[in-house]
């Protein structure tokens, strides 16, 4: 029985191209995924997102240098690599949100235009817990969007798997910088566990 009804889980990019043998493979990517799982029977309310990219996306370069718009072609629209890692359980009442769908639009927010901030606010959901890929990018910026839209925002460290150890340095500084809370999986556990 799901025991969190007042916050979501928000499950990001655990999508095939990001994990082992994919173009844009985000080292120790697999370990998050039973971390995430231990997860998701705690919640009421769940989001999984997936980049999905057209082929001329803007981020695409033919010479990635594996940072901000120059990334190897990743996720591309009605392939397999689009696909969430089918070791991640989804729940059948999950909400499905992709971005990345514009072509001349970076999105690396799950905020940013997709209209989630109002579709939890109108279901009174107002604390979100992150997890997923990348630490840097995708949920480092879901994370402060979220915070700048009022959210008491969680990021899942151990349920999070990041792109550059530099990258991830200057993230864990931006969360601090903007009131986002870092917790690891096991507190969520024993929070619930405490209500029972």
């Known amino acids: 029985m ?6 979501a889980l928000i499950i990001v990019d655990v999508q095939n191209d990001f994990c082992t043998g994919g173009p844009l493979e985000i080292y120790g990517a697999e370990n998050i995924i039973p971390v995430i799982n231990s997860l998701v029977p705690l919640f009421c ?4 997102t997936q980049d999905c990219h057209p082929e001329n996306h803007i981020s695409f370069s033919k ?3 594996f940072k901000d718009k120059s990334w190897p072609q990743h996720c591309v ?3 397999y690599g689009v696909q969430i890692h089918n070791y991640l359980i989804v729940d059948e009442n999950a909400v499905f949100l992709k971005k990345g769908t514009n072509p001349g639009l970076e ?5 940013d235009k997709t209209g989630l901030g109002d579709l939890l606010k109108s ?38 798997a ?16 903007n009131n986002v809370r870092m917790v690891n999986a096991s507190e969520i556990i024993d929070m619930v566990l405490a209500h029972k």
């Open 107 to 111: 999105q690396y927010s799950v905020f």
């Open 63 to 65: 010479s990635p240098e």
């Open 162 to 177: 990041g792109i550059s150890d530099d990258t991830v340095r200057e993230t864990i500084e931006d969360f601090k910088k």
């Open 123 to 160: 279901e009174n959901i107002y604390s979100v817990y992150i997890a997923g890929l990348a630490t840097d990018y995708c949920v480092r910026y879901s994370a402060i969007d979220a915070a700048k839209e009022g959210f008491s925002v969680n990021v899942v460290m151990d349920a999070c």
């Open 2 to 7: 799901k025991s969190i009804s007042d916050s």
């Open 45 to 48: 309310k769940i989001v999984y």
């Open 77 to 79: 629209m009605n392939t």
